[in-house]
């Protein structure tokens, strides 16, 4: 997650260097739509560890995941609501590359993982 910040941010500067305050601004709206809902479903999931806790991980996962989803929308309505000036393309741009961006960094963490030597036990 906190490379998703740290790309989110770079995205921002390069947004409010390249365009307008009103871009900059929604690129960053739609970035915290992408993160928020992200870190929430991040901490409900790893907050159980153990083969002891697997069934109650699994049904927290599922909970999680569409209290993530109802969180994004959410986010959605609100700024299209409350924001007076708001670039909806900008908007959707950085919602989806910070979405992209924490998919991508996952899977790259993953493919990494598998690649590593394995350890002696």
Same mark, same amino acid.
Do not use: W
């Given at each position: 997650?906190? *490379?998703?910040?740290?790309?989110?941010?770079?995205?921002?500067?390069?947004?409010?260097?390249?365009?307008? *305050?009103?871009?900059?601004?929604?690129?960053?709206?739609?970035?915290?739509?992408?993160?928020?809902?992200?870190?929430?479903?991040?901490?409900?999931?790893?907050r159980?560890?153990?083969?002891?806790?697997?069934q109650r991980i699994?049904? *927290?996962?599922?909970?999680?995941?569409?209290?993530?989803?109802?969180m994004?929308?959410?986010?959605f309505a609100?700024a299209?609501?409350?924001m007076?000036s708001?670039?909806?393309l900008?908007?959707?741009?950085?919602?989806?590359?910070?979405?992209g961006?924490?998919i991508?960094?996952?899977?790259?963490?993953?493919?990494?993982?598998?690649?590593?030597?394995?350890?002696? *036990?």
């Amino acid at each position: 997650m906190t *490379r998703q910040v740290g790309f989110a941010a770079v995205l921002a500067t390069v947004a409010g260097l390249a365009s307008t *305050r009103v871009e900059a601004e929604s690129v960053i709206i739609g970035a915290l739509i992408a993160i928020i809902p992200g870190a929430y479903f991040g901490y409900m999931y790893f907050r159980e560890t153990g083969s002891r806790a697997m069934q109650r991980i699994i049904r *927290r996962a599922y909970i999680a995941e569409a209290v993530k989803l109802v969180m994004m929308g959410a986010g959605f309505a609100l700024a299209f609501r409350f924001m007076d000036s708001l670039n909806p393309l900008a908007l959707f741009c950085g919602f989806v590359l910070t979405h992209g961006f924490g998919i991508f960094a996952i899977a790259k963490m993953q493919s990494a993982y598998k690649q590593a030597p394995e350890q002696p *036990r």
